[in-house]
């Protein structure tokens, strides 16, 4: 097994997910990271050590089993991160006019997919004792008018995950609200709306690598609440 780490990002191509691939590079990673649309995708990597690009659906299976393959060649998985995700229809609707089709798209995307993808890569994550991270939100837990799909989809994700954990005790498994922030998301569900006052992804990114390198106790947690580890450029 190589010495290098391996992460797999899903939806690297902005937001969260893109800073979360640049960090990694940073760190000397090697990491595989996808996005629905392929040029948007080789636009936001471009350039970045270590970094392999799989256009694809998270839904669609035979780019799931593209993106097993991809951990196979590099022969371990260190770090698996869930951050592809969907609103649903937008702008974000009131749960009684939630349609049959509005409620699969968001479940496969937000759910099924993470699900799914972790059963595949399971043994890898636990042979390199590795981590399971998801991106959460607030709406997993609080109730806001026109989030009540998407929150309940999260607070699925949340349960999906911790499951993992509870089922395998070598796992490193975390749901993470990483809080409101200045992404292309965050201003689907405002739109017309000045969000410039939230913080850039960028900004939760050192507490995040926190949870990679320190590997507490599985759970759910809030960016918030976790600590800057002492030494934030460190590799690993």
């Given at each position: 097994m190589s010495d290098i780490k391996v992460a797999l990002v899903t939806g690297g191509s902005s937001g969260l997910g893109?800073?979360?691939?640049?960090?990694?590079?940073?760190?000397?990673?090697?990491?595989?990271?996808d996005a629905r649309h392929g040029d948007e995708l080789a636009d936001a990597t471009h350039g970045l050590a270590g970094v392999e690009t799989?256009?694809?659906?998270?839904?669609?299976?035979e780019h799931k089993d593209a993106l097993v393959a991809a951990?196979?060649?590099?022969?371990?998985?260190?770090?698996?991160v869930h951050n592809a995700s969907t609103l649903g229809p937008t702008p974000l609707p009131?749960?009684?006019?939630v349609t049959v089709a509005d409620l699969k798209d968001v479940w496969r995307t937000n759910i099924g997919?993470?699900?799914?993808?972790?059963?595949?890569?399971?043994?890898?994550?636990?042979?390199?004792?590795?981590?399971?991270?998801s991106i959460s939100s607030d709406a997993a837990i609080e109730h806001y008018e026109g989030w009540g799909l998407y929150g309940a989809s999260k607070a699925g994700l949340d349960h999906v995950t911790l499951t993992f954990a509870a089922e395998n005790p070598g796992l490193h498994a975390y749901a993470v609200d990483p809080g409101d922030m200045r992404t292309p998301m965050?201003?689907?569900?405002?739109?017309?709306?000045?969000?410039?006052?939230?913080?850039?992804?960028?900004?939760?990114?050192?507490?995040?690598?926190?949870?990679?390198?320190?590997?507490?106790a599985s759970g759910r947690y809030r960016v918030a609440?976790?600590?800057?580890p002492?030494?934030?450029?460190a590799r690993g």
């Amino acid at each position: 097994m190589s010495d290098i780490k391996v992460a797999l990002v899903t939806g690297g191509s902005s937001g969260l997910g893109n800073e979360l691939v640049r960090a990694l590079s940073a760190d000397g990673w090697q990491v595989i990271t996808d996005a629905r649309h392929g040029d948007e995708l080789a636009d936001a990597t471009h350039g970045l050590a270590g970094v392999e690009t799989l256009p694809g659906d998270v839904t669609d299976p035979e780019h799931k089993d593209a993106l097993v393959a991809a951990v196979t060649r590099h022969g371990r998985l260190d770090l698996l991160v869930h951050n592809a995700s969907t609103l649903g229809p937008t702008p974000l609707p009131a749960l009684a006019t939630v349609t049959v089709a509005d409620l699969k798209d968001v479940w496969r995307t937000n759910i099924g997919a993470p699900l799914v993808l972790t059963g595949a890569l399971l043994p890898d994550l636990l042979a390199s004792d590795g981590v399971l991270l998801s991106i959460s939100s607030d709406a997993a837990i609080e109730h806001y008018e026109g989030w009540g799909l998407y929150g309940a989809s999260k607070a699925g994700l949340d349960h999906v995950t911790l499951t993992f954990a509870a089922e395998n005790p070598g796992l490193h498994a975390y749901a993470v609200d990483p809080g409101d922030m200045r992404t292309p998301m965050h201003q689907a569900a405002f739109p017309g709306e000045d969000i410039s006052d939230r913080p850039e992804p960028a900004a939760v990114i050192p507490r995040l690598r926190g949870l990679w390198q320190q590997k507490p106790a599985s759970g759910r947690y809030r960016v918030a609440d976790l600590p800057v580890p002492e030494t934030t450029g460190a590799r690993g």
